[in-house]
């Protein structure tokens, strides 16, 4: 699938790594097209107050368009001091 850049995309498989988890909403911030395999985007996540928490670079085969039946929810991270 196809995305516009800086729109919203919505996260389908958890990514540990970066704390992220499926149904977070990232914006895609550039595409990278190879020849030979799909299209990956380089997506920037956000907290509430739009401190970024994670930049990452997917396969869009991991993300989709969010919908009018998307709910955005609040979960809390441990915070490391």
């Given at each position: 699938m196809d995305f516009e850049l800086y729109t919203d995309v919505v996260l389908l498989q958890d990514i540990p790594e970066e704390n992220l988890r499926?149904?977070?909403?990232?914006?895609?911030?550039?595409?990278?097209?190879?020849?030979?395999?799909?299209?990956?985007?380089?997506?920037?996540?956000?907290?509430?107050?739009?401190?970024?928490i994670a930049v990452v670079t997917l396969a869009g085969s991991l993300l989709r368009v969010p919908t009018h039946a998307d709910r955005p929810t609040v979960r809390s991270e441990a915070i490391s001091a």
């Open positions: 499926a149904g977070d909403i990232g914006v895609a911030v550039d595409r990278h097209d190879i020849e030979g395999i799909e299209p990956g985007y380089s997506l920037e996540f956000f907290d509430m107050l739009g401190e970024t």
